[in-house]
């Protein structure tokens, strides 16, 4: 069971805004930054997200996320039918016996 | 620019002791603040962290898997290593080796199927 709680599904449809949501704890989230990863199938995960909302190069402004507390969110804008992917949340948790956590990933699909 | 792939054998057998190769470029393992580590996704599931390794040698493991996992480097040869005593059938799944930047795995390897099946 994952650390980092995302729903299993989003949708949308072209040119919506879809939100991701990535719950966890003070130990990781609360305490950590967050990065979001972007999977296509059959590929490695993506870098989308660093540092809580830091995009790195390559990636389009479409791409946004932020974080409050002990919670974070993927927010992506102008829908387009190549987002249609898996994403996950990912942050260091504080916890002795954990290091690293990762959300069970989000399947977005695109209407 | 970095780069990462994983080698290894596809199949296990039940019991046995799977060890996987991570070859690099683009990074040194002997440069301060360098991290590396594996990552595992089952099959349609979601993506579960096993092992990271630091330049200075220092290592944490997956609490759930420490007993199973060893961890190695050879930065003189630009690989490093995961070893899985005992495998089973659960762990079946692609491993992916990574870079970690500042607290994000940024750079990741294609990835390897293992089936671990008799």
């Known amino acids: 069971q994952s650390r980092l709680s995302q729903p299993r599904s989003a949708s949308g449809t072209p040119g919506q805004r879809v939100t991701i949501s990535c719950s966890g704890s003070?130990?990781?989230?609360?305490?950590?930054?967050v990065n979001w990863y972007q999977q296509f199938p059959g590929t490695a995960p993506r870098l989308l997200i660093h540092?809580?909302?830091q995009r790195p190069s390559g990636v389009p402004d479409r791409f946004s996320a932020s974080k409050s507390g002990t919670s974070a969110s993927l927010a992506i804008s102008g829908l387009q039918s190549e987002d249609e992917a898996d994403y996950y949340c990912?942050?260091?948790?504080?916890?002795?016996?954990?290091?690293?956590?990762f959300g069970g990933g989000t399947k977005l699909t695109v209407l | 620019q970095i780069t990462l792939k994983e080698s290894g054998p596809t199949l296990a057998q039940p019991t046995e002791t799977l060890t996987l190769t991570c070859s690099f470029s683009?990074?040194?393992?002997?440069?301060?603040?360098?991290?590396v580590g594996w990552i595992r996704q089952p099959p349609g599931k979601a993506l579960e962290w096993l092992a990271l390794i630091y330049w200075n040698d220092d290592r944490r493991y997956n609490s759930a898997l420490r007993s199973r996992l060893t961890i190695t480097k050879d930065a003189s040869r630009n690989q490093f290593f995961l070893s899985m005593t005992n495998v089973d059938p659960v762990d079946t799944a692609t491993y992916y080796c990574?870079?970690?930047?500042?607290?994000?795995?940024?750079?990741w390897g294609q990835g390897t199927l293992v089936t671990v099946s008799s």
């Open positions: 540092s809580d909302n």
């Open positions: 990574v870079h970690m930047g500042l607290r994000r795995w940024d750079y």
């Open positions: 003070t130990s990781n989230i609360g305490s950590n930054t």
């Open positions: 990912a942050t260091w948790d504080d916890s002795l016996d954990v290091y690293w956590a």
């Open positions: 683009g990074f040194s393992l002997n440069t301060p603040g360098v991290g």
